[in-house]
Structure formats: structure tokens, C-alpha cells
């Protein structure tokens, strides 16, 4: 281990999105590097799958919890975090990846658009239930995977119309509306990372977002035919899942984020995220009308 480096041998990761993907190499990364694993998953048999790959990899061992949820239902995430706070005493990293775009108009149970749900709703309802755990931990720190593509928007959200459902009927959708849909999500990520970074000022916890870049992945196979071609060709100039997670490692490993907190990073760089996503007062009524839509009110 470097001098620069944390020592993630004693500390205990949380993760979404860890079945497949961007998350799955970032789990095994860090339980290579001997931390303890809990797994946030919606299917029981995948999660148990990858729980036993992390096992047998590492040479010390170390402990992986599984934790079963539905991240687009904040009934679901609700639930999850109870049993979360019951059984796991230390949460010194939570990383906030499972994400999806929805490519036709889809809602959870609460009435949320789908694609809203789970990339933007689920990190900030998780990370709310979790926040005073995480607050117990000498350090922490909380990494949430947003993209270059919220470089498509403009011109911030409607909030007039939070579900988007103009972007999935007619010339909208025709013109890309999900994608945007979409890229709204990732933008509202980088938001939320500002944000709450201001709300936990003077804290133990940084907080912190990146951009994986274009990976090879199981993303949008949960669309039609169209998509999943279009992912088969993306897929010739993508990386790997492992180059993918790469700068959600050095994040997680590094002794020193305070020139991060708050920030938007991409191969291993602090990088400029576009105006919009650096807009504070778009932030905070981001934050506002979250809350409302989970109906929590916090500090
Ligand atoms: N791939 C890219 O080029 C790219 C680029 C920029 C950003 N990203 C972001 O990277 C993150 C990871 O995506 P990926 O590319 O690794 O895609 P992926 O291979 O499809 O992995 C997505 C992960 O999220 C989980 N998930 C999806 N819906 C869920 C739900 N309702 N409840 C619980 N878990 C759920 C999936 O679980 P299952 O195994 O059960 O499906 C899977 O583990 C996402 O936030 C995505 O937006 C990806």
C-alpha cells in the first residue's frame, strides 16, 4: 500500500449496483483490497453469485453482506436501509451505482418515473437513511456514479412537470427524449453530491461523483431491440467494466479527498462538470423538491 493510499482493510463499503457491470469490478477491486463488502441487490441469486466470487479472490478473508431491495420503490429502499442499520454497526464508504435508463415511460409504485427513481431518488433516499451511521464512521465517504451524459442538458429540469412524460410520447421521443431523460439524471447526480457536500460541512463525511466513461456493460438491455444493437456496436470503443470502475477505486483508496469533496472526477482527475451542473441554486431546489418526493425533511 502507498503512503497516499487509505487503508481499506478495516473499513466497510456499501455498494448498488454490484451484480454486474461498473459495480461488480468496483466490488472486487476493493475486496482485493480488503474491505468488507455489503452488497445492495435486487436478485438474490446474482447477489450470492458475486458474494462468493468476492470470497474466494481475496486471501484474507473478509465479510460480504447481502441486502435485498428494489431501488426504484422507496417502500423497498426504505426497508433495506432498516435491515442495513440493524446488521451493519460501520458504513465507512457507501458508493451509490445501480442505475438504468428507461426508454419507455414507466412508473414505480409511488408514481415516479422510472428512470428518476432509481438513479436519482434511490442515492438520495439511501444516503439520507444512512447519513448518521455513516456520521459514526472516523471517516467517511460517499461516491455516486453519474456520466459525461449530462452534458445534454441545458437547461437544468422542468420541475413543473418532475416526471418528464412530454419526453416519451411523440417528436420527443422520437428525438432522443429518454436519452435526455436520462442525461437529467446524471446531472441531477452531480447536483446532489454538491449539495450535500455543503450540508455536511464540517463533518467526517466527503462526499464525491464520477464519470466511468463509455463501458461495456449489461446497461440498457432492459430496452428493445434498437437499443441493444445499438450497445452491440458502442461496445467496439467501450472500456472494460474494470477501467470503467477505475476512478471509483482511486477514489475509495485515496488518503486525502478533501480537494474533492463535493466534486465531479473522470480518469482519475478533478474534472469541470458544464455549468449547469455546478448551478447552486438549481441545486438546492433540486434538494427541495427530493425531499418532497420522498417525503423526508432534512438539515
Ligand atoms: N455503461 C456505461 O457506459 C456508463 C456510462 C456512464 C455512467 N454509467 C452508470 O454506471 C452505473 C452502473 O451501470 P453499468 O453500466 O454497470 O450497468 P449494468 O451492467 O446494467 O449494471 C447496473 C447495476 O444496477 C443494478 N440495478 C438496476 N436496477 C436496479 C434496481 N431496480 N434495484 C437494484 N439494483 C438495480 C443492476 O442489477 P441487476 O444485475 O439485477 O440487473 C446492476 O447491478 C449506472 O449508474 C450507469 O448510469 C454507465
Known sequence: MKETEWNLQDKYVLITGATNGIGQAAAKALAARGANIGII????????????????QTSKPIKVDIFIA?????????????QILERCPQIDIL????????????????????TW????????????LLLDRLKESDSARVINTSSHGHKMVKNGFDFDNINGEHLYTGVKKFMGGPTLRYAQTKLAT????????????GTNISVHCFDPG???????????????????????????????ADTLIW???????????????????????????????????LWKISEEQVGLSLK
Open 41 to 56: 441487490a435486487r436478485n438474490q441469486g446474482r447477489a450470492e453469485a458475486i458474494s462468493k466470487l468476492l470470497k474466494i
Open 70 to 82: 428494489d431501488l426504484s420503490s422507496q417502500r423497498s429502499i426504505r426497508r433495506v436501509a432498516q
Open 95 to 114: 458508493v451509490n451505482n445501480a442505475g438504468a435508463l428507461f426508454d419507455t415511460l414507466q412508473k414505480t409504485e409511488e408514481g415516479v418515473e422510472m
Open 117 to 128: 427513481a432509481l438513479n436519482h431518488l434511490a442515492p438520495f433516499l439511501l444516503t439520507s
Open 190 to 201: 452531480i447536483l446532489f453530491t454538491s449539495e450535500l457536500e455543503r450540508r455536511l460541512e
Open 214 to 244: 463509455l463501458v461495456a456493460t449489461n446497461f440498457n438491455q432492459n430496452n428493445g431491440r434498437m437499443a441493444k444493437a445499438t450497445m452491440a456496436v458502442m461496445k467496439l470503443f467501450s472500456r472494460t467494466p474494470e477501467e470503467g
Open 251 to 285: 477514489l475509495a483508496e485515496m488518503k486525502d479527498v478533501s480537494w474533492l469533496n463535493g466534486k465531479y472526477c473522470a480518469d482519475r482527475q478533478l474534472k469541470e462538470p458544464t455549468k449547469v451542473a455546478t448551478d447552486r441554486k438549481l441545486a438546492t431546489r
